[in-house]
């Protein structure tokens, strides 16, 4: 499976600034998603990163809040903007890749990023 | 779009005794089914999955069923051990053509008492 690394892993900021959360992947792959996991929840999509293109969105996200980067298909980043104590989360991007030994892709999570806003 | 329903939401077991974790979704044409298990401070980690052309698929102690008709699946596990406390989540994906994201439950949490 794909190998999937996220900076920083965790930050504390201020209300108003601005946060940029890298991912990296082992090796290039099609699809990119970007999920926030509030304290004690599910996982809700963010968005899916274009490579080449822009982010399509869901319901509820929009680019001025969490604009995202896919400049290739290893790499993407996510912004979580002007932000506020609602946004303290754990954000975590995800890949849809193959694993060794089969035929069907399957979807892998990165450790995630840890967010506080005070 | 796909709704996804997971129950129980909390789930106390002994050890060694089974737990079953079941979901339904709502878009029939779905068919791509995985369960993910994602300890305290941990990413989710995907435990296993089923797809549309199949009814049961079993990975040692886990096990997933689908039943398309109903559309619901569920996950069991056997023979539970301390280490299988966590959270569990079930998601849905729909077929190709669509969007291809995952539309994830709302979580169990399994605790296995010693």
Redesign the interface.
């Known amino acids: 499976s794909a190998v999937i690394s996220q900076k920083p892993s965790r930050d504390i900021c201020q209300r108003g600034t601005s946060l940029t959360i890298q991912c990296q992947v082992d090796s290039q792959v099609t699809?990119m998603?970007w999920y926030r996991q509030q304290p004690g929840?599910?996982?809700?999509?963010i968005a899916?990163a274009n490579q080449g293109s822009e982010a399509t969105y869901?319901s509820g996200f929009v680019i001025d809040k969490f604009p995202i980067s896919r400049p290739n298909l290893t790499f993407s980043t996510l912004t979580v903007s002007n932000m506020s104590p609602e946004d303290s989360s754990i954000y975590?991007c995800s890949v849809?890749g193959r694993a060794s030994g089969t035929l069907?892709n399957?979807?892998?999570?990165?450790?995630?990023t840890r967010l506080t806003v005070l | 779009g796909e709704n996804v329903e997971q129950h129980p939401s909390t789930l106390s077991v002994q050890e060694g005794d089974s737990a079953v974790i079941k979901c339904t979704y709502s878009d029939s044409a779905s068919n791509y089914f995985p369960w993910y298990k994602q300890e305290l401070g941990k990413r989710p980690q995907l435990i296993i999955d089923i797809r549309s052309n199949v009814g049961e698929k079993k990975d040692q102690r886990i096990a997933v069923t689908l039943n398309k008709t109903a559309k619901h699946f569920s996950l069991h596990i056997t023979e539970t051990q301390p280490e299988d406390s966590a959270v569990y989540f079930c998601a849905v994906r729909p077929p190709p053509g669509s969007a291809r994201q995952l539309t994830f439950g709302s979580g169990t949490q399994l605790t296995v008492l010693p």
């Open positions: 699809m998603f929840q599910s996982l809700t999509l899916t869901e975590l849809e069907y399957e979807q892998f999570f990165g450790p995630g």
